[in-house]
Structures are given as structure tokens and as C-alpha cells.
């Protein structure tokens, strides 16, 4: 079983910047969409960005332009760099990958991103 491993998160304050990374803990084939969502205690997990492997991205309407997400296929990792985080972004972030035709799909343990106002 394939799994994604999380680094990065950390606590920061209102304005700050976080890089997340994510990256599968073994040798893997090309991973076809890769993901960040996040929760907080309480409430639904949410979408916050997409990447396909051709590099189309996608992202929650909260984002308004804050995050950018970005991937190196070959290493089959995807980053999510946070900037002007705000206390509401506070939430454990997941990252997701699967496949084209959900033939797959596989998540990491999550990390811990607290900002503070």
C-alpha cells in the first residue's frame, strides 16, 4: 500500500508563509491527479488545490490567489506554498493523489498548519 507522507506544516502568524510538501514513501508509478485538502475538527474536509500531471491546476474559491500548487512528476511529489495565511486556514492539511479513472487513490496522514492572529 502507497503511502503519501506530509512535511512542512508549522505555526505561523497572520500574513505568514508555509510550504507543504508531499511525497509517496516508496517507488510508484506516475501519479495522475495529486491534492491538498484540509479539516478542521467538526467540519466536512474541503478541496483546497488540484494538479493533474499536464499541470492544470485548480483551487478552492477561499484561496483567491494566497496559495499556488505545483508538482515534479518525476519524483512524483507536489507542493502547496501558502502565503497571507490567515487564522481561518488553520486545519490539518491532507494531501490526495489518484487516478484519471479514480482507480486508485491514496492519502497522507495529514499535517498541522495553526495560524495565529
Known amino acids: 500500500q502507497v503511502e503519501l507522507v506530509e512535511s512542512g506544516g508549522g505555526e505561523v502568524q497572520s500574513g505568514g508563509s508555509l510550504r507543504l510538501s508531499c511525497a509517496p514513501s516508496?517507488?510508484?508509478?506516475?501519479?495522475?491527479?495529486m491534492e491538498w485538502h484540509r479539516q478542521v475538527p467538526g467540519k466536512l474536509r474541503e478541496m483546497v488545490a488540484s494538479?493533474?500531471?499536464?499541470?492544470?491546476?485548480f483551487y478552492g474559491e477561499f484561496v483567491k490567489g494566497r496559495f499556488t500548487v505545483s508538482r515534479d512528476n518525476g519524483q512524483n511529489t507536489v507542493v502547496l506554498q501558502m502565503n497571507n495565511l490567515k487564522p481561518d486556514d488553520t486545519a490539518v492539511y491532507y494531501c490526495?493523489?489518484?487516478?484519471?479513472?479514480?482507480?486508485?487513490?491514496?492519502w497522507g496522514q495529514g499535517t498541522q498548519v495553526t495560524v495565529s492572529s
Open positions: 490526495r493523489a489518484y487516478g484519471q479513472y479514480s482507480e486508485y487513490e491514496f
Open positions: 516508496g517507488r510508484i508509478f506516475s501519479l495522475h491527479t
Open positions: 494538479i493533474l500531471k499536464n499541470g492544470r491546476t
